[in-house]
């Protein structure tokens, strides 16, 4: 049977790395009947967004997708194509591994976490009001009736937070699902209820509740700075962290920086009725059609994908090779290598070669 997975190339540099990605899978021997289609600046001319309604209506059909990279404007223009495909797919669930392999550069060794990212609400709900309209202003009004020692600027602007109960309880069921499904022992959830009472409290209260209900699991809890500093000094005692959208979001970062950067950074987006898989790292437009960046974030997120639809055999396959050519560290690109200037890195496509060579010789 052939799984028909929606693919989408993205934009800057993705299509280079999304090609690459597809010739590793399809290498694994799993049979993928791709239905391709086009998001981002690329297509934003053409279409008249950067997120045509067929591609929301083909992973809403196929249940399933894998992306490569796209570029999200800062400051102005369409709010981001990652995040609108998040909600409109109710992808509630971000899934952020951050695991160690040997041979990439690193001050740690042998770490293996998962973040849990809460995905759809949040300051990411992109409920905000700019400066010097009405809506601020009736705002900025109710804060100073409810708090008249409340200072604010002559111009200010509101971003909102909402956290809800269903939303919480959604999320941190996940992550424990998740740990048990995974052999995983410990659910951590991170917060700063301590000053924001009745967003982050509501969330800590929640999460304690579904902890009540999963006994078989550890379950403790931390406040976010708190939770920066111990994962820098002991990684080692963390598992499956599970965040809201906007502490998920920055300590994704910061886990990929232990294991060595956004080049071995696999993502998943997994709702009740879909997944995407997406590389964490962007797009980085200044290197498109070069044959020069690492593709193997999005590599993994393939392995993720696979793990998804039960092709364990497979993922297993795919990640040994890629661990393989990693340790090996000649068929890898630039950023690889312990001197950047390195004439030996090889491209972006050369990976893929390496990689299904490798698969090639286990089997």
Same mark, same amino acid.
């Given at each position: ?147 008249? *020692?409340?200072?604010? +600027?002559?111009?200010? &602007?509101?971003?909102?937070? #909402?956290?809800?109960?269903? $939303? %919480? ?83 994704? *970062?910061?886990?990929? +920086?232990?294991?060595? &950067?956004?080049?071995?950074? #696999?993502?998943?987006?997994? $709702? %009740? ?91």
């Amino acid at each position: 049977m052939a799984y028909r997975v929606t693919f989408i190339p993205g934009d800057g540099t993705g299509p280079e790395i999304a090609e690459a990605t597809k010739r590793v899978l399809d290498a694994t021997g799993v049979d993928f009947d791709w239905d391709v289609q086009e998001a981002g600046v690329d297509i934003m001319a053409k279409e008249g967004t950067p997120l045509p309604q067929a591609t929301i209506d083909s992973i809403l059909e196929n249940k399933i997708g894998i992306k490569g990279p796209i570029t999200t404007p800062v400051g102005t223009g369409f709010r981001s194509v990652n995040v609108a495909l998040r909600k409109i797919c109710n992808l509630y669930a971000c899934v952020r591994p951050c695991k160690s392999y040997e041979g990439v550069r690193s001050r740690y060794e042998d770490i293996d976490l998962v973040l849990v990212r809460e995905n759809t609400e949040d300051l990411y709900a992109g409920i905000e009001f700019e400066k010097d309209t009405p809506e601020a202003q009736k705002l900025i009004d109710f804060i100073h009736e409810s708090q008249p *020692d409340a200072k604010f +600027g002559e111009h200010t &602007g509101i971003s909102i937070k #909402p956290i809800s109960v269903e $939303g %919480t309880r959604r999320i941190v069921q996940y992550a424990f699902d998740y740990a048990r499904e995974n052999g995983r022992k410990k659910v951590t959830a991170v917060h700063k209820a301590n000053i924001m009472k009745f967003t982050d409290g509501l969330y800590l209260d929640v999460a304690s509740q579904v902890a009540a209900e999963n006994t078989d699991i550890e379950f403790e809890e931390r406040i976010v700075d708190n939770m920066c500093m111990q994962l820098v000094q002991k990684p080692e005692l963390y598992d499956v962290l599970v965040l809201p959208n906007l502490y998920g979001d920055v300590l994704s *970062d910061l886990g990929a +920086g232990l294991v060595g &950067g956004l080049g071995v950074a #696999p993502g998943a987006n997994i $709702g %009740t009725n879909a997944a995407l898989f997406e590389p964490t790292h962007g797009s980085a437009p200044k290197y498109a059609g070069q044959n020069k960046v690492n593709p193997m974030a999005m590599m993994l997120s393939g392995v993720m994908m696979l793990r998804h639809l039960k092709e364990n055999e497979a993922a297993d396959k795919m990640e040994n090779a890629i661990a393989a050519v990693i340790k090996e560290g000649k068929t890898v690109t630039y950023d690889m290598k312990a001197d950047r200037d390195d004439p030996t890195a090889v491209g972006t496509s050369e990976v893929a070669d390496g990689i299904i060579a490798k698969m090639e010789e286990a089997s």
